[in-house]
């Protein structure tokens, strides 16, 4: 387990990140849209471009979603005084695993198979 002002650092961080995706997801909501398809109005070009930034941003939201349950989960465990211990084994995760990232939920014996 990690000590509280550490624990309180990885709270900040984690809903710093969260804050951040969020507001990420708004700003992608424009090019999630229906592409019109209106001849008149845009050509053939246009509509291949407008269709492709569609594409993209429907799977950065997709990301920005798994990341967002991974960031949930992290504070959740937080919450349930579960964080920094393995949900396979209960081990401890090394304290410079969850420094480069909160989010993991294992250690690296039980996440690499071992």
């Known amino acids: 387990m990690t000590d509280t002002s550490r624990l309180a650092e990885y709270r ?6 969260l804050a951040t995706l969020e507001a990420g997801e708004d700003a992608g909501a424009e090019d999630r ?6 001849q008149q109005s845009v050509g053939r070009l246009s509509r291949m471009d407008a269709l492709q ?3 993209m941003a429907t799977a950065q939201s997709r990301r920005r979603g798994i990341e967002r349950q991974r960031i949930r989960g992290a504070l959740d465990r937080i ?10 084994c209960g081990e401890e ?3 410079k695993r969850l420094d480069l990232d909160p989010t993991v939920p294992k250690c ?3 996440a690499s198979g071992a």
Do not use: K, M, N, Y
């Open 53 to 55: 930034r569609q594409a």
């Open 79 to 88: 919450e349930a005084g579960e964080f920094g211990c393995c949900e396979d």
């Open 33 to 38: 849209r229906t592409v019109e398809l209106d």
């Open 12 to 17: 900040r961080q984690l809903e710093d990140a």
């Open 93 to 95: 995760i090394a304290p």
């Open 108 to 110: 690296v014996s039980c």
